[in-house]
């Protein structure tokens, strides 16, 4: 059965860093471009970051461009989100997703 599970979010100051991690089981991990993304309680959820599968190229959203970076260690199945330079407007629930799977998400709060 294919699963997500995500973890590592917390509450941190405004500047501070946070890593989330992914770990994905039931998926030949490799063959998966792999996303995170975050939503805001009454607002549409957004794309943060991104992982081709195979390649594994990256790509951000333009509001983490510099701050945010995406990983994956295969070996583990587990895909990484080092976040560093947290702003306020970072706060939200944070998801990573293959293919038509989500995880539970995990809750980032940065306060100023």
């Known amino acids: 059965e294919a699963q997500l599970v995500e973890s590592g979010g917390g509450l941190v100051q405004a500047g501070g860093s946070l890593t989330l991690s992914c770990v994905a089981s039931?998926?030949?991990?490799?063959?998966?471009?792999i996303g995170w993304f975050r939503q805001v309680a009454g607002k549409e959820r957004e794309g943060v970051s991104c992982?081709?599968?195979?390649?594994?190229?990256?790509d951000y959203a333009d509001a983490v461009k510099g701050r945010f970076t995406i990983s994956s260690d295969s070996a583990k199945n587990t895909v990484y989100l080092q976040m560093n330079n947290l702003k306020p407007e970072d706060t939200a629930v944070y998801y990573c997703n293959i293919d038509a799977f989500w995880g539970q998400g995990t809750q980032v709060t940065v306060s100023s």
């Open positions: 039931g998926f030949t991990f490799d063959d998966y471009a």
């Open positions: 992982l081709s599968a195979i390649d594994r190229d990256t």
